[in-house]
């Protein structure tokens, strides 16, 4: 069976490694806070929010996706 992404997780870790606060990204993607941290615990995200977080970050997380697709274990 194909692994399942916890995008949220992906995120979150993309941010940390970037030196990144949270109250940034919540301004970047024009959001509360509080919203960043249903994101980050989120195994799925509506594309358009995900786009625009790909662009912000400069990172295509809908990569990791693609990835999965693309394995045999399906």
Do not use: P
């Not at 490694?17 to 940034?24: A, P």
Request: charged share 25%; hydrophobic share 40%; aromatic share 12%.
């Amino acid at each position: 069976m194909a692994e399942v992404i916890h995008i949220g997780h992906i995120i979150q870790k993309e941010l940390r490694s970037q030196g990144r606060s949270v109250t940034w990204f919540a301004r970047q993607l024009n959001i509360d806070r509080r919203v960043c941290y249903r994101i980050f615990h989120s195994y799925s995200i509506d594309t358009l929010v995900l786009f625009r977080i790909s662009r912000i970050l400069g990172k295509d997380f809908f990569a990791d996706y693609s990835v999965c697709l693309n394995t045999d274990d399906m």
